[in-house]
Structures are given as structure tokens and as C-alpha cells.
């Protein structure tokens, strides 16, 4: 198991299915049936759609009998099942699948819980270039509010690091108490936090209250 934006690698060596194949002629084949995820043949690569930018078979440990598969910032969408295939020549030069293994991935979201004053900065994780939006469930209410999406301008109140993923809203209120999600594409959940706005002078007025008691 792992969460949103993490790099995982899906074991995986050849070897032990065709120990006497050249390590030149080696093509291997990642699926998530019945979608094909990445296909390597020497120094010719295909990634799936979905994948695309985020997955890779280094050459030079392909060559030596190692096939595992390496996907880069993972979604939640990446959670499946991945069979590893040594593609060979069948009878007639007719290609086949040989099987190596099946790797199960899972990928969960980030959860999290924060308790700060008024007036301070509540500061997001997006996690991943893929995050696309963030909502947000106030304390008394059931409806989600949506308060950003990726290529929104900055304001006064929000504003997108320019380099880092990452989210700040500035100068919190008691209204702003409340639960946040950040959303992919898809709507699936990167992160959730959970907001609680403290009480800046508590203390102090438990403290007057109690001199009060003590009168």
C-alpha cells in the first residue's frame, strides 16, 4: 500500500521465466487486464494514456533479467491488479505471453488533522501536478463548497505556491473550520484534512474567570 504522489516499484524479473532468452531480445509487457500500461522491446517504449510520463523499465536492469516495473506519482486510479508478461516468439513467428507474476497495488489518499488560530495560514499539500481542485465541508454544513482549481488566478485570500505543490489560505477564520479535500481530474481524493480553529485568548479568559470564582 501507498499514497498519492509516491514513487512504487512492481517487482518483477524475466529470468525466471526464460532463462535463455538474450537479454537484447527481451520485451516485456505491464498490464492491468485488459489495458496494456507499458511495453518495452530493447530501447522502444509505449505507455498507456494514463501512464504516460509516469512509468519505466530502466533499460540497464531490464537487460540484466530485473523487469520491475517503476510508476511515479501515483494516483489514487493506479489501485488495481498488474500482470508482468514476457512476449516471445510462438509457433509460425507468431508471438505469445509467457506469465511472470501479478503485484497488487494500492494507493490511498492522505489524512490529516490540523488545529490553528484566526488570523494564521493554513497551508495545503496538493501532492501531485495531477491534483486539479480543493473543496471544503464547513462545520455546519453538509454541502461541499468548492474553493479552487488548478489555474486559478491567486487572490488575496488563496494563492498556489509557483514552484511547489502546495496551497496556502491566508488569514484563517472560525468560519473557516471545516473539512478539505483535494480532488484529481476525477474527482478522487488526494488528501483530506480536517480544520479545527482554536480559541486565540482561552486560556486567558478561563483565567479571569477563575480570579472571578477566587473574589
Given at each position: 500500500m501507498t499514497m498519492v504522489g509516491n514513487q512504487v516499484v512492481l517487482?518483477?524479473?524475466?529470468?525466471d521465466s526464460q532463462k535463455e532468452m538474450a537479454a537484447s531480445g527481451c520485451h516485456i509487457q505491464w498490464m492491468t487486464p485488459p489495458h496494456?500500461?507499458?511495453e518495452q522491446l530493447g530501447e522502444d517504449r509505449w505507455q498507456g494514456a494514463e501512464y504516460e510520463g509516469r512509468v519505466e523499465v530502466p533499460l540497464e536492469k531490464l537487460n540484466s533479467g530485473d523487469c520491475s516495473l517503476i510508476i511515479k506519482d501515483v494516483q489514487i486510479g493506479d489501485t488495481g491488479r498488474y500482470e508482468s508478461f514476457l512476449v516471445v516468439d510462438g509457433v509460425r513467428s507468431q508471438k505469445t505471453r509467457v506469465f511472470i507474476q501479478s503485484v497488487k497495488l494500492s494507493v490511498t489518499d492522505?489524512?490529516?488533522?490540523?488545529?490553528?488560530?484566526?488570523?494564521d495560514d493554513l497551508v495545503l499539500k496538493l501532492y501531485?501536478?495531477?491534483?486539479?481542485a480543493v473543496v471544503f465541508q464547513s462545520r455546519n454544513s453538509s454541502e461541499w463548497v468548492n474553493l479552487w482549481k488548478r489555474g486559478d488566478e491567486n487572490n488575496e485570500?488563496?494563492?498556489?505556491?509557483?514552484?511547489?505543490?502546495?496551497?496556502?489560505?491566508?488569514?484563517l477564520q472560525y468560519s473557516d473550520e471545516g473539512i478539505y479535500?483535494?480532488?484529481?481530474?476525477n474527482d478522487l481524493s488526494v488528501s483530506t484534512i480536517q480544520l479545527y480553529i482554536k480559541e486565540k485568548y482561552m486560556s486567558s479568559r478561563i483565567q479571569a474567570k477563575q480570579e472571578q470564582i477566587l473574589i
Open positions: 517487482p518483477c524479473s524475466w529470468k496494456t500500461v507499458f492522505h489524512k490529516s488533522q490540523k488545529s490553528l488560530y484566526p488570523g501531485t501536478p495531477h491534483s486539479f485570500r488563496m494563492e498556489k505556491h509557483h514552484q511547489l505543490e502546495q496551497l496556502t489560505i491566508k488569514n479535500k483535494v480532488l484529481d481530474e
